[in-house]
């Protein structure tokens, strides 16, 4: 087993609510090796969400408590500034939600939802994000991307919108990957498109992805580890 | 875009077609007589014959209405006045001023009282919104919170008054309200506004920082924001490119319908800074019985309201796309 | 508002303007009890006599220490809803017209308040002949119009003739009546326009006289001539209906510029020759009037006395229920008021229709509180009793108290009770109609607990401000005491007197809301207007006047309202204008 590219230890993630301090998470350990899938399982309200969004530091400072260690390729992310997780995020780490159409912002064009990441982590102009969106819209297959790259999220499908959400989440070829129920929502053939573009890309770019789900089959289908 | 500016100004017209039909029709079912303020001590059923001549409501209730509908189209020819050329809305009861006119002259007070004010409350009340949203539960928004409620349980005439009393009359640092042309002298304009501004503006202040901050706490929740943030964009850029763009219909639709209702006169600020704008001129129509002068600012009043409504639509349209296509 | 000469109109016809009418005499609480009225300046009635020709000569007399020169503001909620004289009526408009409008006559107001009627355009107040039946009046020289050109007895006798063009509606009516001796007088004359002219005036340009020749002798014409519904109007700058906007001035200050709504500036006449004006000083250069600026917050400029307001009169409003305390208290507040009667009286009519009983109706004159009613106007400064039908003003009125109300103001419910069993009426509903306002649903409640107290039934009929004299005025109301004032058009008992009791009168719509027709009455007032003799002829009205409270007892008397009024330290000259309740707006100026 090579030294693994993730690896979480003894997290504890505590909220405090009106009714008292929730234990969400007490003291987890896992470790992600490069290109592998983690699979995460459990009922709603066990966690998981809470977990990764801890390791992109998306939790909400002022209500949990963290504590533990999470390294990503040796840095450790509960102690980075705010300034260097938004230098990971997106670009190294990249998140995939549950709900699409919830999670892309209806105002702007699906194009320069993804384009925005790409030119903020690579400086690129607006023409070659634009350009980059396009590739990566051509990637996750959606059909005349060139056209639809130009679209909101309201005029795409449930599919395609997922489809987009992970063009929008492999942008800058981000080492991790945590997927969030990334079909929940979806029916079982788009689901099964998703999966499988899931693993294509994967393939392609050697991401680990931490994938949660409450779905075992799901799990079964993809997950390397399960946890 | 113009098959929807033509659909809702055709239904604007009928709109006011109904609500000057209506004004008519209320006018008449009250208590009172308009020709009896002008038939003198001892009003003998001659002279208000005469008054009601002189007056044109001798006629029946739908030929009264038909000439002065008539008159917004083609003009009217009185007896007393001569021609009245369209749009004709006729002549005050009051005073014998032709409404129009009166109109013309008194809507520039209005306007720039509500939108010196629209200025102010939108800066101070959005700013103070959304630094409240950004600083959620700690004492910034507090303060803004408490002040805002304390901002829109106040009363225009009380604070006015009180302003007039400590800025203008102890401490000399405003002059007195007044309203001079922006043409005329632009620095008597502003002086003479700043207190009714600021005035007018304390209500208002409070209510959008009150939904400033509301929608934003919303909107900063939202799932699209959180993504933004996934993506590794800067706080700034997620506050504002985000949140705020989503925070930001409901403010325009209210800011425009707020604006709409001021244009057809702030009644109270006017009346307490002692400036002539609708506002004034609709309560004095009210209170003697001034119908032509009376249908003329409920017509203004209802046009405001109405075009901001169509610019809100289209504003909507330009800040959430959805909108755009539905 | 108020209830005072030549205003009373706005009370009896403008309807919307109810409310402000109201709210205006409202004293919530407040004044002192027990002293008299404590203002700089102790007014006790104007006590009007006729002046001779050389009263009538001008200039004015100086008043002392004043100078000439500068700019006197005069403010007011409402613009003057009328500029043509022939249509004014207001006494908001009158003050206005004080300064470019000249009647035949008019008031000559001394230092202490005193009022003498003089002529103004004319050289004396008038010659009376036939037994009263013709007047004759002669035109002083140099009377000259704004633009330079001589004002004639043909201009004079337009703006009598003016009172019958179709747009001229809200004037006085009684020289029109007097006249042609018409209540329907329009149709007797068709107006100046047609070229033709009233043969019951007649002139003589040579001699500058006017001559009319009355339908019937009414010994006080002089006094109706001095209403500016009767000023001189020139024939050849007559712009009919128009003029309203832009009069001729023949007075000391002419209009130059007019916001409408908005501000009035007059500056001076050159042409007006002083010599030739008993009654207008003029001392400031300009009168600038600005409108907008309710009561309390005029008050409160004035209090505050900052920059302009230091010049500034108010040209109607008095100081509100709301800050008389602190006028009263503050000495140098104190120093900056005056005050006066109104010339009207207060009065709750009785419905002599429905209460056809006369100890019913002194039963309830016994009852009313009056103590209480005052309190709530604001005590003794809010103004004196009434126990007479004529107010302290009018001419040869004598004071009399016939039912003890200035003994027992708080009212005498057993004497109430006493007459109600005399007439087996114990328990008898009373429906008492009121216009809504703060004040007068505080006094409802002290007038409903006395009725029950004197052994009544009242019901209380509180009605819309707006609607209140539509209603009060309909013959076939179903109120039995209405709230009600009246303000005479000048100092003899005729313009109380005749409009309020005569039977001929009573219609909708009619002032005559008693509905008072009792046949020695409607002819005592016919008679007495035939008498030529001034004195016997108000030594009659006064008779008439108590005759009538002891014989039929159709009302009862309320108050003679005292007014305070504000101005800045800047001003000279400030007295009360009994005629136009008022500042006396000839007389003010600048101080150095």
Request: aromatic share 10%; glycine share 12%.
């Given at each position: 087993?090579?030294?693994?590219?993730?690896?979480?230890?003894?997290?504890?993630?505590?909220?405090?609510?009106?009714?008292?301090?929730?234990?969400?998470?007490?003291?987890?350990?896992?470790?992600?090796?490069?290109?592998?899938?983690?699979?995460?399982?459990g009922e709603s309200g066990s966690g998981k969400s809470v977990t990764n969004l801890a390791i992109l530091g998306l939790h909400?400072?002022?209500?949990?408590?963290?504590?533990?260690?999470?390294?990503?390729?040796?840095?450790?992310?509960?102690?980075?500034?705010?300034?260097?997780?938004?230098?990971?995020?997106?670009?190294?780490?990249?998140?995939?939600?549950?709900?699409?159409?919830?999670?892309l912002s209806p105002y702007h064009t699906i194009g320069r939802q993804i384009g925005e990441t790409y030119r903020k982590h690579t400086g690129a102009s607006k023409k070659e994000a634009r350009a980059r969106s396009i590739e990566m819209l051509t990637k996750v297959g959606i059909p005349q991307p060139d056209l639809r790259v130009d679209d909101y999220p309201h005029q795409f499908s449930g599919g395609m919108r997922q489809r987009a959400m992970i063009a929008m989440s492999l942008v800058c070829n981000p080492t991790l990957l945590i997927a969030d129920e990334p079909t929940t929502a979806l029916d079982v053939t788009v689901q099964a498109q998703i999966m499988d573009l899931l693993k294509d890309l994967q393939q392609e770019f050697g991401t680990s992805i931490i994938f949660i789900t409450h779905d075992l089959g799901v799990i079964a289908d993809i997950a390397t580890t399960s946890s | 875009m113009f098959r929807f500016l033509l659909r809702r100004i055709a239904g604007g017209a009928v709109i006011l077609l109904i609500i000057s039909a209506i004004v008519f029709?209320?006018?008449?079912?009250?208590?009172?007589?308009?020709?009896?303020?002008?038939?003198?001590?001892?009003?003998?059923?001659?002279?208000?014959?005469?008054?009601?001549?002189?007056?044109?409501?001798?006629?029946?209730?739908?030929?009264?209405?038909?000439?002065?509908?008539?008159?917004?189209?083609?003009?009217?020819?009185?007896?007393?006045?001569?021609?009245?050329?369209?749009?004709?809305?006729?002549?005050?009861?009051?005073?014998?001023?032709?409404?129009?006119?009166?109109?013309?002259?008194?809507?520039?007070?209005?306007?720039?009282?509500?939108?010196?004010?629209?200025?102010?409350?939108?800066?101070?009340?959005?700013?103070?919104?959304?630094?409240?949203?950004?600083?959620?539960?700690?004492?910034?928004?507090?303060?803004?919170?408490?002040?805002?409620?304390?901002?829109?349980?106040?009363?225009?005439?009380?604070?006015?008054v009180f302003a007039i009393y400590l800025f203008t009359d102890q401490l000399g640092w405003l002059d007195r309200p007044s309203y001079t042309p922006f043409t005329e002298n632009p620095g008597a304009w502003f002086s003479g506004l700043l207190l009714p501004w600021l005035v007018l503006s304390v209500i208002f202040t409070a209510n959008y920082t009150r939904m400033t901050r509301s929608q934003l706490v919303e909107t900063l929740s939202e799932d699209?924001?959180?993504?933004?943030?996934?993506?590794?964009?800067?706080?700034?850029?997620?506050?504002?490119?985000?949140?705020?763009?989503?925070?930001?219909?409901?403010?325009?639709?209210?800011?425009?319908?707020?604006?709409?209702v001021l244009f057809g006169g702030a009644i109270i600020t006017e009346k307490t800074f002692n400036l002539h704008g609708i506002g004034e001129l609709s309560v004095k129509a009210v209170s003697t019985s001034d119908l032509p002068m009376l249908l003329g600012v409920v017509l203004v009043a209802a046009t405001a309201i109405l075009v901001f409504n169509v610019i809100v639509d289209a504003v909507y349209a330009l800040i959430d796309p959805r909108v755009r296509l539905a | 508002?108020?209830?005072?000469?030549?205003?009373?109109?706005?009370?009896?016809?403008?309807?919307?303007?109810?409310?402000?009418?109201?709210?205006?005499?409202?004293?919530?609480?407040?004044?002192?009890?027990?002293?008299?009225?404590?203002?700089?300046?102790?007014?006790?009635?104007?006590?009007?006599?006729?002046?001779?020709?050389?009263?009538?000569?001008?200039?004015?007399?100086?008043?002392?220490?004043?100078?000439?020169?500068?700019?006197?503001?005069?403010?007011?909620?409402?613009?003057?809803?009328?500029?043509?004289?022939?249509?004014?009526?207001?006494?908001?408009?009158?003050?206005?017209?004080?300064?470019?409008?000249?009647?035949?006559?008019?008031?000559?107001t001394a230092e202490d308040g005193s009022q003498k009627l003089v002529g103004d355009l004319a050289t004396d107040a008038g010659t009376m002949s036939d037994g009263g039946k013709t007047w004759t009046f002669t035109l002083k020289d140099g009377l000259k119009w704004e633009d330079g050109s001589e004002l004639t007895v043909e201009d004079v006798r337009h703006g009598f003739e003016r009172g019958w063009a179709k747009f001229v509606t809200e004037g006085a009516t009684y020289a029109q009546i007097a006249l042609t001796g018409k209540d329907d007088w329009r149709k007797e004359y068709e107006g100046p326009y047609g070229g033709k002219h009233l043969d019951a005036i007649k002139i003589d340009k040579a001699k500058k006289t006017i001559t009319f020749h009355l339908a019937q002798p009414r010994s006080d014409f002089n006094f109706t001539v001095a209403m500016h519904s009767y000023a001189a109007t020139p024939v050849k700058m007559d712009t009919k209906e128009k003029y309203d906007k832009k009069p001729v001035s023949c007075g000391p200050y002419r209009l130059k510029h007019r916001a409408v709504d908005k501000s009035m500036t007059w500056v001076r006449n050159k042409h007006w020759d002083a010599s030739t004006d008993p009654l207008r000083n003029a001392y400031p250069d300009v009168h600038e009037f600005e409108f907008g600026t309710e009561g309390l917050d005029l008050a409160d400029r004035l209090i505050a006395d900052q920059g302009k307001d230091q010049q500034t009169i108010t040209i109607y409003n008095n100081v509100p229920a709301e800050r008389m305390q602190k006028v009263l208290t503050d000495p140098d507040l104190k120093k900056r008021s005056f005050n006066g009667l109104l010339t009207g009286i207060y009065y709750y009519a009785i419905n002599c229709k429905r209460v056809t009983d006369v100890n019913v109706r002194k039963a309830l004159i016994h009852a009313w509180p009056l103590e209480q009613i005052r309190k709530i106007y604001g005590g003794q400064n809010s103004g004196d009793y009434a126990t007479t039908i004529l107010s302290p003003d009018i001419q040869g009125r004598?004071?009399?108290?016939?039912?003890?109300?200035?003994?027992?103001?708080?009212?005498?419910?057993?004497?109430?009770?006493?007459?109600?069993?005399?007439?087996?009426?114990?328990?008898?509903?009373?429906?008492?109609?009121?216009?809504?306002?703060p004040t007068y649903d505080k006094t409802k409640v002290v007038i409903e607990a006395a009725l029950k107290k004197a052994g009544f039934d009242p019901v209380i009929k509180p009605i819309d401000s707006t609607s209140y004299y539509d209603q009060a005025q309909q013959t076939d109301n179903n109120f039995d005491v209405m709230w009600f004032g009246w303000s005479p058009d000048w100092p003899t008992g005729y313009t109380l007197l005749q409009p309020l009791f005569?039977?001929?009168?009573?219609?909708?719509?009619?002032?005559?809301?008693?509905?008072?027709?009792?046949?020695w009455v409607t002819e005592a007032i016919k008679e007495n207007v035939k008498l030529s003799d001034p004195k016997a002829a108000n030594?009659?009205?006064?008779?008439?006047?108590?005759?009538?409270?002891?014989?039929?007892?159709?009302?009862?008397?309320?108050?003679?309202?005292?007014?305070?009024?504000?101005?800045?330290?800047?001003?000279?000259?400030?007295?009360?204008?009994?005629?136009?309740?008022?500042?006396?707006?000839?007389?003010?100026?600048?101080k150095a």
């Open positions: 087993m090579s030294t693994p590219f993730l690896s979480v230890r003894d997290l504890r993630v505590h909220f405090s609510t009106e009714d008292g301090v929730v234990k969400a998470v007490d003291g987890l350990d896992f470790d992600l090796e490069q290109g592998k899938t983690l699979g995460i399982v909400h400072k002022d209500s949990t408590a963290i504590g533990g260690e999470i390294l990503l390729d040796g840095q450790e992310l509960l102690t980075a500034t705010e300034r260097e997780l938004e230098r990971l995020r997106g670009n190294k780490m990249a998140m995939i939600f549950q709900d699409a159409l919830a999670s | 029709v209320l006018f008449y079912a009250a208590p009172r007589d308009p020709a009896r303020l002008a038939c003198g001590k001892v009003c003998t059923p001659e002279t208000l014959a005469l008054v009601k001549q002189n007056l044109g409501i001798a006629d029946p209730l739908p030929v009264q209405y038909w000439h002065w509908f008539e008159g917004l189209f083609v003009g009217r020819d009185y007896a007393t006045f001569g021609n009245c050329p369209a749009p004709c809305l006729g002549y005050s009861f009051r005073n014998s001023e032709p409404v129009l006119g009166t109109i013309l002259d008194r809507f520039p007070t209005t306007v720039s009282l509500s939108l010196g004010s629209a200025v102010v409350f939108v800066i101070f009340g959005v700013g103070s919104g959304m630094l409240a949203a950004v600083k959620q539960g700690k004492a910034l928004d507090k303060i803004a919170s408490s002040a805002s409620l304390i901002g829109s349980s106040l009363q225009i005439y009380i604070v006015g699209y924001v959180r993504t933004a943030r996934a993506k590794g964009l800067a706080a700034r850029t997620v506050f504002f490119r985000f949140a705020w763009r989503g925070a930001m219909g409901p403010i325009v639709t209210i800011f425009g319908l707020d604006l709409g | 508002m108020s209830l005072s000469r030549r205003n009373f109109v706005i009370a009896t016809s403008v309807a919307a303007g109810g409310s402000m009418l109201l709210s205006a005499c409202s004293s919530g609480g407040g004044g002192g009890e027990g002293k008299g009225p404590a203002g700089a300046k102790e007014y006790t009635g104007a006590s009007v006599t006729v002046g001779t020709a050389a009263d009538s000569k001008g200039p004015a007399p100086e008043v002392k220490g004043a100078r000439k020169g500068g700019t006197i503001y005069g403010v007011s909620p409402d613009d003057l809803s009328h500029l043509d004289p022939q249509r004014i009526y207001y006494a908001l408009n009158s003050t206005g017209a004080m300064l470019f409008a000249r009647c035949l006559t008019g008031y000559k004598e004071k009399f108290d016939l039912y003890g109300k200035l003994k027992k103001p708080q009212g005498d419910p057993e004497a109430a009770k006493k007459l109600l069993k005399k007439a087996d009426k114990l328990g008898m509903k009373i429906v008492y109609a009121f216009p809504q306002s005569d039977g001929t009168t009573i219609a909708n719509g009619s002032n005559n809301v008693s509905q008072l027709d009792v046949d030594k009659a009205w006064a008779e008439l006047d108590k005759k009538i409270m002891q014989e039929q007892a159709p009302i009862i008397p309320e108050m003679y309202q005292r007014r305070f009024y504000l101005h800045g330290s800047k001003v000279g000259g400030a007295q009360f204008d009994p005629q136009f309740s008022a500042t006396l707006i000839t007389k003010v100026y600048v």
